[in-house]
């Protein structure tokens, strides 16, 4: 698969909302759903930019797959497989596409195969697809393989594996998983159990989450009629007992559908007005999957070069690293985050003498996009350089420095002791400043004293009315802790070797009405000497 799906671990385009407030059902554009033509068996690429279907917009009517993706957010005009791709030997309904919609699969009778219907790719390169090659053994067999479906790391590798199976239709199939090894080849591959190989387990699709799998049978009982759609789940190193997606199931076939990165909805062929239309259902909650964001980077120089640099990515919510590896030769990379946990992302030059990147990615709300895009310049320090520190940060209600700042901590001091001309000024900037007279908050942690002279009335010694000055001191309770935060962080910066003098400091908090820009940041900002 492509070197620059870096990483798994774990995606729409624009913000993804909360579910309650979306759709539940939408279909998509008329660039894909014309009114006048059929479309059938969808299946998206998990970043959400690729599509390939079934339409009958040929000839005589005739029922061929077509491809489209998208173009700066618009689909471009759907396009026939070409003549090397699609065949009368193929299994019809047997397109899929990899992760990054670049990678398509399909299932063909033609030579040379190992059995019957063999799993066979071919990859996009600009307008065109190279020649296809089959995926020979294991993963084909004397039987028949279709409806190949890749997990986001191109590791595993779901199928059908059937006794009987022509362009049309399959029966008596299973599904398989296989796992693909260090050196590039496929395992040898495993039976999904009984409880979802029931006796003609078809069309696979494993989501991007790389643990929710939907399939469609038509041996389950209770079923609405002919095949219908069912879920599982890998959990704890074993499938759930399968349940039917009634949401969308139907007394008729239910079976080649798709669900993008994002995980909210999921995209099926359905009788529109006219035509047979694409639409996409919204899954309910208890469903859903956990959802996928790919990150797409360049790193390069102020000209646009390729720099030498490592990429790292650390699970925040877990304290665990789950990547490392290297950019591209065009210094292009791309990975995968799993909704759910805080993730930093650190880009280190091979150069000590260069600035670093550092970004933080937080999946815990809900809220995820389907693509990120990132644009990562390293260059040699100058003076009035500013780069942020976005893995610093604080514990709650506190000035102590969290675990994790130590990473981008310790990248800075990297820097500072390889520019020995230049001074390092610490910023912490406080959005959403506090105060109260009583300690109304449990994150108005400080205190401010201050002294206020008043007049008062008193009685003198003879019983005379008069007025005289006093000294009231009143308390003021507030959360601005930058300037204790800044010291932390420059005493960090000399447990590491760094000479305070090298060192300065700029505070500053200001009150913040929108809760959502409420934060603390911390920036550097390199001085020549």
Same mark, same amino acid.
């Given at each position: 698969?492509?070197?620059?799906?870096?990483?798994?671990?774990?995606?729409?385009?624009?913000?993804?909302?909360?579910?309650?407030?979306?759709?539940?059902?939408?279909?998509?554009?008329?660039?894909?759903?014309?009114?006048?033509?059929?479309?059938?068996?969808?299946?998206?690429?998990f970043?959400g930019?690729?599509?390939?279907?079934?339409?009958?917009?040929?000839?005589?009517?005739?029922?061929?797959?077509?491809?489209?993706?998208?173009?700066?957010?618009?689909?471009?005009?759907p396009?026939?497989?070409?003549?090397?791709?699609?065949?009368?030997?193929?299994?019809?309904?047997?397109?899929?596409?990899?992760?990054d919609?670049?990678?398509?699969?399909?299932?063909?009778?033609?030579?040379?195969?190992?059995?019957?219907?063999?799993?066979?790719?071919?990859?996009?390169k600009?307008?065109?697809?190279?020649?296809?090659?089959?995926?020979?053994?294991?993963?084909?067999?004397?039987?028949h393989?279709?409806?190949?479906?890749?997990?986001?790391?191109?590791?595993?590798?779901?199928?059908?594996?059937?006794?009987?199976?022509d362009?049309?239709?399959?029966?008596?199939?299973? $599904? &398989?998983? @296989?796992? +693909?090894? !260090?050196?590039?080849?496929?395992?040898?591959?495993?039976? *999904?159990?009984?409880?979802? %190989?029931?006796?003609?387990?078809?069309a696979?699709?494993?989501l991007?989450?790389?643990?929710?799998? $939907? &399939?469609? @049978?038509d +041996?389950? !009982?209770g079923?609405?009629?002919?095949?219908?759609?069912? *879920?599982?789940?890998?959990? %704890?190193?074993?499938?759930?007992?399968?349940?039917?997606?009634?949401?969308?199931?139907?007394?008729?076939?239910?079976?080649?559908?798709?669900?993008?990165?994002?995980?909210?909805?999921?995209l099926?062929d359905?009788?529109?007005?006219?035509?047979?239309?694409?639409?996409?259902?919204?899954?309910?909650?208890?469903?859903?999957?956990?959802?996928?964001?790919?990150?797409?980077?360049?790193?390069?120089?102020?000209?646009?070069?390729?720099?030498?640099?490592?990429?790292?990515?650390?699970?925040?919510?877990?304290d665990?690293?789950?990547?490392?590896?290297?950019?591209a030769?065009?210094?292009?990379?791309?990975?995968?985050?799993?909704?759910?946990?805080?993730?930093?992302?650190?880009?280190?030059?091979?150069?000590?003498?260069?600035?670093?990147?550092?970004?933080?990615?937080?999946?815990?709300?809900?809220?995820?996009?389907?693509?990120?895009?990132?644009?990562?310049?390293?260059?040699?320090?100058?003076?009035?350089?500013?780069?942020?520190?976005?893995?610093v940060?604080?514990?709650?209600?506190?000035?102590?420095?969290?675990?994790?700042?130590?990473?981008?901590?310790?990248?800075?001091a990297?820097?500072?002791?390889?520019?020995?001309?230049?001074?390092?000024?610490?910023?912490?900037l406080?959005?959403?400043?506090?105060?109260?007279?009583?300690?109304?908050?449990?994150?108005?942690?400080?205190?401010?004293?201050?002294?206020?002279?008043?007049?008062?009335?008193?009685?003198?010694?003879?019983?005379q009315?008069?007025?005289?000055?006093?000294?009231?001191?009143?308390?003021?309770?507030?959360?601005?802790?930058?300037?204790?935060?800044?010291?932390?962080?420059?005493?960090?910066?000399?447990?590491?070797?760094?000479?305070?003098?090298?060192?300065?400091?700029f505070?500053?908090?200001r009150?913040?009405?929108?809760?959502?820009?409420?934060?603390?940041?911390?920036?550097?900002?390199?001085?020549?000497?």
């Amino acid at each position: 698969m492509k070197k620059y799906l870096l990483f798994f671990f774990v995606f729409a385009v624009g913000l993804a909302q909360n579910v309650f407030a979306q759709a539940k059902i939408r279909k998509l554009p008329t660039t894909i759903n014309h009114p006048a033509i059929n479309q059938y068996a969808p299946y998206m690429s998990f970043d959400g930019d690729a599509i390939v279907y079934l339409s009958d917009n040929a000839e005589d009517y005739a029922i061929v797959p077509f491809f489209s993706y998208r173009d700066g957010g618009d689909w471009k005009d759907p396009m026939p497989l070409p003549k090397n791709v699609y065949t009368r030997l193929n299994y019809l309904k047997g397109y899929t596409l990899g992760p990054d919609g670049k990678t398509l699969f399909l299932s063909t009778l033609k030579s040379p195969g190992v059995g019957g219907f063999d799993i066979w790719m071919t990859e996009r390169k600009g307008a065109s697809w190279s020649e296809p090659k089959n995926l020979a053994v294991p993963i084909n067999s004397r039987g028949h393989e279709a409806c190949a479906t890749l997990t986001p790391d191109g590791t595993m590798l779901y199928f059908q594996r059937c006794e009987k199976m022509d362009q049309q239709s399959s029966s008596g199939c299973k $599904i &398989f998983v @296989s796992k +693909k090894k !260090s050196n590039g080849q496929w395992d040898e591959p495993v039976e *999904l159990p009984a409880s979802i %190989n029931s006796g003609n387990s078809q069309a696979p699709r494993i989501l991007a989450d790389a643990e929710t799998l $939907i &399939f469609s @049978s038509d +041996k389950f !009982s209770g079923s609405k009629g002919g095949m219908d759609l069912y *879920l599982t789940r890998f959990k %704890n190193g074993e499938w759930t007992t399968p349940v039917p997606m009634d949401f969308v199931n139907t007394q008729k076939d239910d079976q080649y559908v798709s669900v993008n990165g994002v995980g909210r909805y999921l995209l099926r062929d359905s009788p529109g007005a006219k035509k047979n239309e694409l639409v996409e259902y919204l899954i309910p909650e208890d469903l859903r999957p956990k959802g996928l964001t790919r990150v797409d980077g360049k790193v390069s120089d102020p000209n646009g070069a390729m720099v030498a640099s490592y990429i790292s990515v650390v699970d925040l919510t877990k304290d665990k690293k789950v990547f490392n590896g290297r950019p591209a030769k065009d210094g292009t990379f791309t990975l995968f985050l799993l909704e759910g946990s805080e993730y930093n992302l650190a880009i280190d030059p091979e150069q000590s003498n260069i600035n670093f990147y550092s970004k933080e990615f937080d999946l815990t709300n809900g809220d995820i996009q389907q693509v990120e895009r990132i644009s990562a310049t390293l260059k040699p320090i100058e003076d009035g350089d500013e780069f942020g520190l976005d893995l610093v940060a604080f514990e709650q209600y506190s000035d102590e420095l969290t675990n994790s700042s130590g990473d981008d901590l310790k990248r800075l001091a990297r820097v500072i002791k390889s520019n020995p001309n230049f001074k390092f000024e610490i910023q912490v900037l406080l959005a959403g400043y506090l105060q109260d007279s009583v300690q109304s908050d449990p994150d108005l942690t400080e205190v401010l004293l201050d002294s206020v002279i008043t007049s008062i009335d008193d009685i003198d010694s003879l019983g005379q009315l008069y007025q005289r000055d006093s000294l009231l001191v009143q308390s003021i309770y507030h959360n601005d802790r930058t300037k204790k935060q800044a010291e932390n962080i420059i005493n960090y910066l000399m447990d590491q070797g760094i000479d305070p003098g090298r060192l300065g400091c700029f505070i500053n908090s200001r009150p913040e009405a929108i809760d959502e820009k409420k934060k603390i940041t911390v920036r550097v900002k390199a001085y020549k000497i």
